[in-house]
């Protein structure tokens, strides 16, 4: 079980390592627009302090960190090109500069609850 934690701890902290290093490929000239604009929602959700279905509501709250997450930063390391991703890898591990939450994807997020929650009210009522 105690190997099973350490893998666990040892995946987590490479997927922490790949948002970083997708937010460098995002900065990067090189990168199509179309991976920019998947990379910023990506990063975003998992910089988030507040998350699309909320952590309280049982399994689902989970899920979509452990799901959508670590798929969203998958399909964008196979989408950027491997030059991009050994430059970004490069200034990741030069910089070592780690950003543990994003208050503004935080404000969208609370945005788009609020919305929601304004059109659900608006609806029944």
Known sequence: ???????????????????FIIAEAYK???????????????V???????????DFIPILGYLDDIILVPLG??????????????????????SGKVKQKNWIAGTIIILIWLLFLYLMVDYLI
């Open 28 to 42: 990067h000239p090189e990168t199509p627009i179309y991976i920019k604009l998947l990379a910023i929602v990506v």
């Open 73 to 94: 930063i998958a399909i964008l390391l196979k989408l950027v090109p491997d030059h991009i991703i050994q430059d970004s890898r490069e200034k990741v591990a030069a």
């Open 44 to 54: 975003a959700y998992a910089f988030s302090p507040i998350d699309l279905i909320p």
């Open 1 to 19: 079980m105690r190997e099973g934690m350490e893998a666990f701890k040892k995946r987590m902290k490479k997927i922490k390592e790949d948002i």
